[in-house]
């Protein structure tokens, strides 16, 4: 079994997305440890409501192919097209940032995914989620990793959040 670690983002209807998201990766690879719950402007375009991002880890047999179909379907099945521009609005956004330790391109997909390294919305929760595992080609934790990264790169806050009646996130102080 292969761990595997994805971002989760949304900025339409956004609990009831990431609550299908996160209901379809227990439904189909038991329950996944996940991130707290991050509110973040969007990245790339201006024109567009804030998202709510987290990361799950889980374990599977599947093939870094297979999981990326997989990925791409859960969104299709919640109403994200096909022809979307790659910066607009989203119903869901799952993308795999980690395979295993997998480096390179891999049925297609870049591992790991280099969102990790720069994006404040993908690194903090790894960083807290995940703190002692490391970047497959950076080498540090990712704990280190977010210890390193500029602060001022972009604002984002943990929210509260409730999925299947237990709060998974808590708002405090924005970050």
Not at 135 to 158: I, V
């Given at each position: 079994?292969?761990?595997?670690?994805?971002?989760?983002?949304?900025n339409i209807e956004?609990?009831?997305?990431?609550?299908?998201?996160?209901?379809?990766?227990?439904?189909?690879?038991g329950t996944p440890?996940?991130?707290?719950?991050?509110?973040?402007?969007?990245?790339?375009?201006?024109?567009?409501?804030?998202?709510?991002?987290?990361?799950?880890?889980?374990?599977?047999?599947?093939?870094?192919?297979?999981?990326?179909?997989?990925?791409?379907?859960?969104?299709?099945?919640?109403?994200?097209?096909?022809?979307?521009?790659?910066?607009?609005?989203?119903?869901?956004?799952?993308?795999?940032?980690?395979?295993?330790?997998?480096?390179?391109?891999?049925?297609?997909?870049?591992?790991?995914?280099?969102?990790?390294?720069?994006?404040?919305?993908?690194?903090?929760?790894?960083?807290?989620?995940?703190?002692?595992?490391?970047?497959?080609?950076?080498?540090?934790?990712?704990?280190?990793?977010?210890?390193?990264?500029?602060?001022?790169?972009?604002?984002?806050?943990?929210?509260?959040?409730?999925?299947?009646?237990?709060?998974?996130?808590?708002?405090?102080?924005?970050?």
């Amino acid at each position: 079994m292969k761990q595997v670690t994805v971002s989760i983002g949304s900025n339409i209807e956004r609990e009831r997305h990431i609550r299908a998201c996160l209901d379809a990766l227990q439904a189909n690879f038991g329950t996944p440890d996940v991130s707290r719950v991050f509110e973040s402007e969007p990245v790339g375009f201006e024109d567009g409501r804030n998202f709510y991002n987290l990361i799950a880890v889980f374990h599977t047999a599947l093939s870094v192919g297979q999981l990326q179909s997989w990925c791409k379907q859960l969104e299709y099945a919640n109403g994200r097209r096909k022809d979307s521009p790659k910066f607009s609005p989203r119903t869901l956004d799952i993308d795999l940032l980690t395979v295993d330790g997998l480096i390179g391109n891999v049925d297609g997909v870049t591992l790991p995914r280099d969102e990790i390294t720069f994006h404040a919305f993908v690194l903090l929760p790894m960083a807290e989620l995940i703190p002692e595992q490391r970047h497959p080609l950076d080498g540090r934790t990712y704990a280190e990793m977010w210890a390193d990264f500029p602060r001022t790169s972009q604002r984002l806050w943990p929210v509260d959040f409730t999925w299947q009646g237990r709060q998974i996130s808590h708002a405090d102080t924005p970050e």
